[in-house]
């Protein structure tokens, strides 16, 4: 190794923080007193350093003026398992079999960008319990509680656990969902109430969620300001908004949906994320906060062939002042396909190369088009595949 490298190496090391070295940082690899070949040296220093970590060992996160840079993720339906209904190995069971890595294989091609934010919110549809007991659906989801492992070693925080298929197995499937993602550190909203998420940084997320189906429209009105107000009160700085509604496989929000994002941001949310469409939908800023109409599906074991397998996740970040207050600080998508195979759908969402993510954005683009020709709503000019502004 020349003089002028390992000199520098040296000195990047010293400015890494003692616990970033002593936990990340395999100092076998000075045995006798030898350094190690230079690549070897190099993957070492750069992964002993967390995704928030400038070279000097600062948190980019944290800002001169006291203020806090959040990074959320968002993403649409994950459903694992199968219909315990009946009988015979289910779809997802199968591809479990084929994966090397467990359940930690629908996350393992998105993990790593998860893991470089502050929080990543799914929307989780299905069940997480062992009973047998199941309604009249004709599509009723549930996988074993130890399942839950594909959430937690995909770096996923938090889920929308509001939907048409979280009770799918009754009040006693809901019961155990529940009691499974607590049991593993995972914050949930739905029917049962609001929750709040904190990040490393100390910023109180709240999240709400809603399924709007059987007159459910009405009720949503009366309350939404309220349990905002009511998040608000309980000290959250950002809130956001998880709602199922519309119609399967549509492209564009139906006029009902629209004046109720608009409603939502209005009572003082500062995210709306959609799902239930199975299809991604235009994203509209309105009042500069964002509607996500739907993230589409996203690993759904639902479906082995189906006939759109495009997706994206939404990143945001906000910047939250010492005063409390959260202001948008921009967004960027990441195209991806909800699997990792061109004929089939392995449950593996998979990010997109340049060339697919430019179809992606330009499909958008198109949908944004129709969403304002139908309902005059301002859609976002564009859809970043980079963050436009660094810190």
Known sequence: MKTHMLAALVLLILLLPGACLGEALDLSLFENGEPPAA???EDAVFESLAWYQREDGSDWRLLDDGSVIVTVSATGDVTIGGDTRKSGKNVFDKQLDK??????????????IFAADDMTIVN???????TKSATSNTYSFAAPPEYVKVLTSGNIEAVSLENNHVMDHGDAGYEDTC?????AGIAYSGHLGSTTFTTDTGISIGML???TFNGKYDDIYASIEGDIAALRSAGCQIVIVSYHWGDEKDY?????QVPLGHATIDAGADLVIGHHSHRMNPIEVYNGKYI???LGNFSFAGNTKPDDMDTYIFQQRFRVYPDGTAENAGFRIIPCS?????????????????GESARVVERLLELNQEMQDTYGVTAVGDYPTEWLTTY
């Open 99 to 112: 994966e090397t890595s467990g359940l930690a294989f629908p996350m393992e091609n998105v993990a790593d």
């Open 39 to 41: 690549e070897v040296w």
């Open 179 to 183: 009691e499974t993602l607590d049991g």
């Open 252 to 256: 564009v929000p139906n006029e009902r």
């Open 209 to 211: 969620s809603y399924q």
């Open 124 to 130: 989780f549809e299905g069940t997480l319990t062992n």
């Open 292 to 294: 996500c109409y739907s």
């Open 338 to 354: 909800i699997s990792s195979q061109e004929d089939y759908n392995d449950f593996k969402p998979t990010p997109m190369d340049s």
